[in-house]
């Protein structure tokens, strides 16, 4: 193989730059040319493709965002769209792919893996719903930001004796929700893959109120539904004040954290290593600080958990 592209796609996550920066770095390490292509999918069907240097992905390693920016395409997900898509990467000579995104992204490196052009995925979303790897890049400075926003809203939230519901991201997923809530000692965590009976909500937040607690704070998953909704109906049923935060995109945004840095550096030179070795349609994670690789198919069809455990000890804390 001499010739590789990259591309980031569906939401972007901190550390997507630091993945393309090992992507390029190690790919001309080996003497191989790279290829960036930006706006994801729909970038590749209209040929928005660029060469890729050294010095391309130069101070890069600490921003957020991604330099070769970001799409959803629905267009991609048609046989036609991808067709076109593989016609580009045959213009510029590109013989492997790797895909930097979530779910979503994996399926597109999947159908092309599926017409014969070798893909690798890198997990890159915040949202940390993918199976076959401990963490996703992005997930651990989200949830710096969360903690961060949470310990702000804690200091507003005693001074005025309130509720507080914390909306946070993850689409379907609660490992933003659960890890958040252990880490700011929420009085209850609201996740898809557990639902909490409305009333231990309650008894918490009166129990809580009992002892003379000064504020309570409810970390609510995006997927539960709306923080807005949660907190009309707590405020009703306990009369205690009562204020919703909704995070939104700050929580996509900012600087890596040093572990997604390592994460990202680690697992993008691991993709370039997979096409070097012929290998197409995997992708490559984290298990047990141990970098694998995993059939995409395998995984797609796989459902992402959360840690029992952790949620179990969450409960446990907040008594
Ligand atoms: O997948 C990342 C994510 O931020 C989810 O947590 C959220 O549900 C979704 O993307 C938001 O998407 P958009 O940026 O398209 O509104």
Redesign the pocket.
Known sequence: MKKIGVLTS??D?PGMNAAIRAVVRKAIYHNIEVYGIKYGYQGLMEGNIERMEIGSVGDIIHRGGTILYSA?SEAFKTDEGQQRGIEQLNKFGIEGLIIIG?DGSFRGAQKLTEKGYPCIGVPG???N?IAGTDFTIGFDTALNTIIEAVDKVRDTATSHKRTYIIEV???DAGD?ALWAGLADGAESILIPEKQEDFSTVIDKLRRGHKRGKKHSIIVLA?GVGSGFEYGEKIEKETNLETRVTVLG?I??GGSPSGSDRVLASRLGAKAVDLLLEGKAGRMVGIENNSLVDHDITKILNEQHTINQDMYKLSQELSI
Do not use: N
Request: charge should be neutral; aromatic fraction near 0%.
């Open positions: 569906g939401g996550a959803r979530g979303t915040i949202d719903d991201m993850g689409r933003l995006e995109h929580q996509r």
